[in-house]
């Protein structure tokens, strides 16, 4: 006589083949999962670069109170306090992040935690570096005097992401 069940055969192998698709399928799973983070960690890289650039593109080419044709910070200057960075140059060697509970990494002013109301993206383990640097027309560096141009370049550092490097050259415009 013929039985319809399953033997227990069966049911291993059925369940072994099942344990095996389960495995690949999770495999898939934490692949797109890696890259989805990967995507999402590097967009808000990129911004953070953007952010820092378009800040640093909107000041003036040189210190506007400031006759030497100084390079960096003058003095009495700091980025968050007044007076502010107020030129281009200001920014050579600027870093921050990852934030400590002293001085935490910073957009606007505004703390890089995550937290707040409404909710803030957390950028704690980003960091921002910027070289300034004065160039020629050719882009070849020039000497820490007055030039016509400077070559700013911002890299974001972060989980899941190669730096990402931008770079942007200000020109010295003559008053119209």
Do not use: C, W
Not at 42 to 49: K, S
Not at 142 to 154: D, E, M, Q, R
Not at 156 to 171: F, Q, R
């Amino acid at each position: 006589m013929y039985n319809k069940g399953l033997t227990f055969l069966e049911i291993v192998i059925s369940l072994f083949i099942l344990a095996i698709a389960l495995v690949g399928f999770l495999q898939i799973f934490n692949t797109a999962l890696d890259s989805s983070r990967r995507s999402t960690q590097e967009i808000i890289a990129t911004n953070l670069a953007r952010g820092l650039l378009a800040e640093i593109m909107s000041k003036h080419f040189e210190d506007p109170e400031s006759e030497t044709g100084s390079f960096g910070i003058e003095a009495g200057e700091t980025r968050h306090e007044t007076p502010a960075f107020d030129d281009v140059d200001d920014y050579d060697g600027y870093q921050d992040g990852p934030p400590s509970t002293t001085a935490p990494l910073t957009v606007g002013g505004g703390l890089m935690d995550g937290g707040g109301s409404p909710p803030r993206p957390n950028y704690s383990d980003f960091t921002r570096n910027v070289i300034v640097e004065n160039v020629d027309k050719d882009l070849n560096p020039a000497t820490k005097g007055s030039t016509a141009y400077k070559h700013i370049t911002v890299t974001v550092s972060g989980p899941y992401v190669k730096d990402i490097i931008i770079d942007a050259v200000k020109v010295n415009l003559p008053a119209p």
